[in-house]
């Protein structure tokens, strides 16, 4: 199966959000613009839940540990 670039399905996302958060699609687009990224990729970073749910098989990774000093906790998105 050929199946399209996240950042396109991302930006099927952006007509809502520009109708329903406008502030928050403004703010995004600062963040891309301020990282040098395109704004499709901060709004796939967003929206990956979304666009991963059935289309990739995802998850994510934790791992704790303790020490003397402190506890310590990770987690990352397997994607």
């Known amino acids: 199966m050929d199946w399209p670039k996240v950042q396109d399905l991302a930006l099927t996302f952006e007509p809502v959000m520009r109708r329903k958060w406008p502030a928050y699609l403004e703010e995004i687009g600062g963040i891309a613009e301020g990282a040098g990224v395109s704004l499709s990729d ?7 839940t979304e666009i991963a749910f059935g289309m990739f098989s995802d998850g994510c990774t934790a791992l704790g540990w303790r020490t003397r000093d402190g506890s310590f906790l990770a987690q990352n998105w397997d994607w």
């Open 42 to 48: 901060i709004i796939a970073i967003n929206v990956r």
